[in-house]
């Protein structure tokens, strides 16, 4: 193990990694705590916050222009394509 490395337990799943000198030089820098858990548990709990999103080959509600939307086509809201939105808005 490196000088300055310090190895931890992670809280979540139990396996050891270590925290290199870099990351506490950073951590230090930026009033932050050491972390708890390991790179792998923190990176999923970072993927558990994103908001994943279905895409939908629908039709715009205006124009009838085949447009992907985040809305079902058989969702209840209107949709309107780029051009007819802006016109729409504008």
């Not at 972390?35 to 080959?57: F, I, M, Q, T, V």
């Not at 039709?59 to 729409?88: A, G, H, L, N």
Request: charged share 35%; net charge positive.
């Amino acid at each position: 193990m490196a000088e300055g490395t310090t190895k931890s337990t992670c809280q979540d799943c139990g396996s050891e990694f270590q925290i290199v000198t870099q990351e506490k030089i950073f951590y230090k820098k930026k009033n932050l705590p050491e972390p708890k858990s390991c790179p792998d548990c923190r990176r999923k709990a970072r993927l558990s916050l994103r908001n994943e999103r279905k895409l939908y080959h629908r039709t715009c509600d205006k124009c009838q222009k085949k447009i992907i939307s985040t809305y079902r086509p058989d969702s209840e809201y209107t949709v309107y394509c780029q051009d007819c939105f802006w016109k729409y808005i504008g």
